[in-house]
């Protein structure tokens, strides 16, 4: 394969996925069970689930909101109380299903307001009831419609539950134990329920697999950096070193924004996630060796991709317990989608042994298309195209 075709074949990949940068948010449900069966459910639905494809669909900013029609405003968050009605079953045991009948309206990220123009904005549905006597359980089941996950979120006599659950298209929740909540509570739990305690495995397990998809196959901006530092050489001690200095970098600055200790706006980040591209690829390009140069620049562009990272976990409102355990198994989850993605590439590239023809086929071309889709998401992230 000559290197003008795998030019072409690499441009041709990544510009499939020309505007993509991060997944949109989970939905988020937030039931809380206080004692007497008062039940209050808060639903969060980002505008960006109405389209065919989530993953490359632009936020609805404040500024872009209040520039629409209130009937048009109004058509939206009846689209919203439709789109949760057809992605979301609400279990309750042993009656089955309801419909809550929530009311909608235009909130910040988490339920906050919106203030600035460039805040994101989202439909916020609140529903609140009182949960009859004899129920023993509830769950929720994401059905296939939906194109993005939800996030099973609760309260229990004013107490966080612990165990947290990440929902694809097609999965059901665990059950909640509701004993006690109303007047007349069953003598005992329902086979299989969990409390407020437990569940530490099961909330890692989940936040794993979200942390593997935030890379594969969905942050494809992170795939491409990953690429760059496989590109520059196929030696396992420099990819190793690339990989675990990357590793620590992230993983530093996803805790700490996480927690809300670091925080620097999006609107830096993403650019800087974006040129990150272009720096690795050109130095593939004209400084073919690994150097002690190259720990400190994949450190330093390490330390924003966790800041990237971080804008899975840091709205979620999640319970302490629930969030350290959510954190260390997002970022492993990131680590196996890493791990993946290398694999996948030393796989694709192991029957090319020639180390001249290896750079003329595969790093010269590829480095090259890395570095005009870092270069075009740069330009477009910074001036909003």
Known sequence: ??????????????????????????????????????????????????????????????????AKPPQEQQALLEQGGAYVARTIEFLFEPIGQIAPKFQFAWTGLGGGPLQGDEDVAVMTGNWQTTVPAGMGGYRLRATPAGKVSVLFLNH??????????????????????????????????????VGVSGGK????????????????????????????????????RPLLWQVTTFTVAHTITLGLATFGWVQVSPKIVEPVIAFSLVFVAVENLVRPRYSIWRLLVVFGFGLVHGLGFASALRDLELPIKSLLIGLLGFNAGVEGGQLAVVGLAALATAWLRDPGLYRRAIVIPGSAAIAVMGLWWTVTRVFGA
């Open 156 to 193: 229990l006599r004013g107490e966080a539950v612990e165990r947290t659950a990440v929902l694809f298209p097609g999965e059901t929740s665990f059950l909640l134990d509701l004993q006690g909540l109303a007047a007349a509570a069953p003598t005992g739990s329902s086979a299989g329920a």
């Open 1 to 66: 394969m000559s290197p003008l075709r795998s030019l072409l074949c690499c441009l041709g990949l990544v510009l499939a996925g020309v505007a993509r940068a991060h997944p949109i948010p989970d939905v988020p449900v937030r039931t809380s069970f206080d004692a007497g069966g008062l039940c209050r459910i808060v639903i969060e639905v980002d505008p960006r689930c109405f389209t065919s494809d989530p993953d490359i669909a632009p936020s609805l900013l404040n500024k872009d909101l209040k």
């Open 201 to 236: 495995w099961a909330t890692f397990g989940d936040f794993f697999i979200q942390g593997f998809r935030h890379v594969l196959p969905k942050g494809l901006d992170h795939i491409l950096f990953v690429l760059g530092l496989f590109l520059l050489s196929r030696a396992w």
